[in-house]
């Protein structure tokens, strides 16, 4: 068994950032020794100290599918395009965030809506927008896939825009708070290639995989799992926009939920 996971608004509380709600749950993970793969829209700096936290070393997919990192010994030679960087292995899906500042602007001009990037707001606003506190703030900037943005212009322009994205060769998702631009990538692409690493590391033995999320941008990680996972949003609802075969609901908030659920699971193998 592999179990993905997001985080905001799912294994962590969407207005805390806890993971508290769910220690039972990953404690039964552990003393499995199941995975737990982070797949997140955070960047690289948020996810390291959430993993230490955790403690877990298991591989991580960052900025909605930018990028998977893979630690240690885990799957040696068995992941392809996989390169050596600050002591990972890295294989890269996404676009240089250099490029997807750019042309968030152009996408904006051509389609006549308004626009708000993380790279045009100030350490200050983004703490405000996301909640966090400003030093974890400057980890949320340090992009290199994925320009998180809300929209400031007409309504009635922002289907414009998605058009405008698409001609582009480029993709756009909703996330709990904000749009994010990126490359064609997503994290179902992500979860698939770590999917297959597991099963050969497996060598022929049965795995089951299993998606735990909250919002639209998870949808791609949900097809990609044998068991897709959806965890009430804050107020007790369910993403409206989220509708797979064989979607599963998990009974509770965030962190709540996703303890309900995996205990659930782990009960029943």
Not at 241 to 261: D, F
Request: glycine share 12%; with cysteine.
């Amino acid at each position: 068994m592999v179990v993905f996971t997001d985080l905001d608004g799912t294994l962590l509380d969407a207005a805390t950032y806890s993971f508290d709600a769910a220690a039972e749950a990953l404690a039964a993970l552990r003393g499995r020794g199941i995975p737990l793969v982070i797949v997140s829209s955070k960047t690289r700096a948020e996810i390291e100290p959430i993993q230490r936290r955790l403690g877990i070393a298991d591989p991580f997919v960052v900025e909605n599918g930018g990028a998977v990192f893979i630690q240690g010994e885990c799957f040696a030679g068995l992941v392809p395009r996989a390169v050596g960087r600050d002591g990972y292995r890295v294989v890269e899906l996404g676009l240089p965030y250099g490029e997807l500042r750019r042309a968030l602007g152009e996408l904006a001009a051509a389609s006549g809506v308004t626009v708000r990037g993380f790279g045009d707001m100030a350490l200050e606003e983004i703490a405000d927008r996301t909640g966090l506190p400003a030093a974890e703030a400057a980890l949320a900037r340090r992009r290199e896939y994925d320009e998180p943005f809300v929209f400031e212009g007409p309504p009635d322009r922002r289907e414009a825009f998605l058009r405008h994205v698409e001609a582009r060769g480029l993709r756009c998702t909703r996330g709990g708070r904000f749009h994010h631009l990126t490359g064609r990538h997503d994290k179902g692409e992500a979860c698939r290639l770590l999917t297959d690493g597991y099963r050969r590391a497996a060598a022929g033995a049965g795995l089951v995989t299993i998606g735990l999320g909250d919002s639209l941008n998870d949808r791609p990680m949900l097809e990609a799992v044998n068991i897709p996972l959806l965890v009430q949003r804050p107020d007790g609802s369910y993403d409206p926009e989220l509708r797979l075969p064989h979607l599963r609901y998990a009974q509770g908030v965030g962190p709540a939920g996703w303890n309900q659920a995996v205990l659930t699971l782990l009960r029943g193998t």
